[in-house]
């Protein structure tokens, strides 16, 4: 597969929340409310993750009638993406932790 896509901190936001449960199928709201970002920043991002091959997601199928609200479509990651995503948080979070040690080369002895 070619390159993932950007990773933003929004995108590894998203991609923590997704590998809380990587085998969890999640909806919009429920990842709105794991990410705290607003629809119209999780819903592109779950798109470049579905073309990435990162995350399938398919419509639940209920009547909405019935159900009294839309059917909503459900969000999971793929195998590939599980590892791709495990990958790139765990790198995040060597950055984050060499940024926050102190510099010992710079520090007087």
């Known amino acids: 597969m070619g390159s993932g896509p950007r990773m933003t901190a929004s995108v590894l936001k998203v991609a923590a929340a997704l590998l809380a449960d990587p085998t969890a199928e999640r909806y919009g709201l429920q990842l709105m409310q794991a990410t705290g970002l607003p629809s119209g920043t999780l819903y592109p991002i779950l798109v470049r993750l579905e073309r990435a091959g990162w995350v399938e997601s398919r419509w639940e199928e209920v009547d909405p009638v019935a159900e009294g609200r839309p ?36 520090q007087p002895a």
């Open 71 to 106: 059917s909503r479509r459900y969000y999971r990651l793929t195998a590939d993406g599980t590892a791709q995503a495990r990958r790139e948080v765990a790198m995040m979070h060597q950055q984050m932790a060499r940024a926050a040690a102190p510099d010992t080369r710079t």
